[in-house]
């Protein structure tokens, strides 16, 4: 069954500091992605990789970074939390072809 | 959503039809995809169209026109379980473009 994980379902921290937050695919998937949803915006892409060490800005990069050293794991990088970047988030793997995207269950960031 | 449309939320009653209708920008276009997401959980892939025409899996049937920019999901026979909102999204290289998404909801 494939999976995607990501490491926290619930995360509360404060202006300023700096947030990491993990996935990781059991599928061998090429692709991965990060993504935030709010409400009546969709899902907006943040930050996408289609290999180990290459990354991709989205739409919506500012404020953040990321980081995938294994093929498994794409991490997202909040250098700086802010309390717009309270929101859930939603990391995302895809083969290369036909590109059906798995999800992971998000993760709720709350920033106070 | 970056050039998709969908309504924003639909009532329907139990045991009935529902279409969910979704329009897109034609330019680019590799293939559309729709996906449920159930209140506070993660989106859960349903169907993927890439030509013209009617894909029936169960109770659910999504319809392409590529010359139109147009999709539509329907879902038969409701359940109270099918109450979620529904993502239409459209392939572009290796990502996908989302519309904001189409709350059903289902009422007895």
């Known amino acids: 069954d494939v999976k995607v994980t990501q490491s926290s379902r619930y995360l509360v921290k404060r202006t300023g500091e700096k947030v990491f937050l993990e996935c990781v695919q059991d599928?061998?998937?090429?692709?991965m992605f990060w993504y935030r949803q709010d409400p009546g915006l969709g899902l907006r892409l943040i930050y996408f990789?289609?290999?180990?060490?290459?990354?991709e800005k989205g739409d919506i990069p500012e404020g953040y970074s990321v980081s995938r050293e294994k093929k498994e794991r794409f991490s997202l990088i909040l250098e700086s939390a802010s309390t717009n970047q309270t929101s859930m988030y939603l990391c995302?793997?895809?083969?290369?072809?036909?590109?059906?995207?798995?999800f992971g269950p998000g993760t709720r960031l709350t920033v106070t | 959503g970056q050039n998709i449309d969908q309504p924003t939320e639909m009532t329907a009653t139990e045991g009935a039809i529902v279409q969910i209708n979704c329009t897109y920008q034609?330019?680019?276009?590799?293939?559309l995809f729709w996906y449920q997401q159930h209140a506070g959980e993660a989106p859960t892939f349903l169907s993927y169209?890439?030509l013209d025409g009617l894909e029936e899996k169960g109770r659910f049937s999504s319809f392409l026109s590529r010359s139109k920019g147009y999709s539509y999901l329907l879902l038969k026979e409701l359940q109270m379980k099918d109450s979620a909102s529904y993502l239409c999204?459209?392939?572009?290289?290796?990502?996908?473009?989302w519309g904001a998404g189409t709350k059903l909801i289902i009422k007895p």
């Open positions: 995302a793997s895809s083969r290369q072809g036909p590109y059906e995207q798995y």
């Open positions: 599928m061998d998937h090429e692709n």
């Open positions: 990789s289609y290999d180990v060490k290459m990354k």
């Open positions: 034609t330019s680019g276009f590799n293939g």
């Open positions: 169209n890439v």
């Open positions: 999204a459209r392939r572009s290289n290796y990502q996908l473009i």
